[in-house]
C-alpha cells in the first residue's frame, strides 16, 4: 500500500512530462537563410486566435498549425509571395 502514492506521482510525472515533450516543434532547415526566412514569414503573420500575436508568438493550436503549414510551404519550394 505505501507504494501506490509513489506510483501515482510518478505516472502523473511521466503523462506531464510526455504531454510537454509533445508540444514542441522540431523543424530541420536546409540552411541558415532557410531558419531566417523561416522566422520572418511566422513574425509577420497573425494568429487569427490571439489578439495582437504572430503565430510565432502564439501557443494556439491554430498558430501551430500554420507554422506547420509554412514550413511544409517552404519545403515545397514555395515562394515567400505564395506562402
Do not use: H
Not at 532547415?29 to 503573420?45: G, H, S, Y
Amino acid at each position: 500500500m505505501r507504494l501506490l502514492p509513489g506510483m501515482v506521482m510518478l505516472m502523473l510525472a511521466l503523462v506531464i512530462s510526455g504531454s510537454a515533450r509533445a508540444t514542441t516543434d522540431v523543424m530541420p532547415f536546409k540552411d541558415e537563410a532557410q531558419e531566417q526566412q523561416f522566422r520572418q514569414l511566422t513574425e509577420q503573420l497573425r494568429c487569427p486566435k490571439c489578439q495582437n500575436n504572430s503565430i510565432a508568438d502564439s501557443n494556439a493550436m491554430i498558430a501551430t498549425d500554420m507554422r506547420r503549414r509554412v514550413y511544409d510551404l517552404m519545403q515545397e519550394g514555395k515562394s515567400r509571395q505564395e506562402i
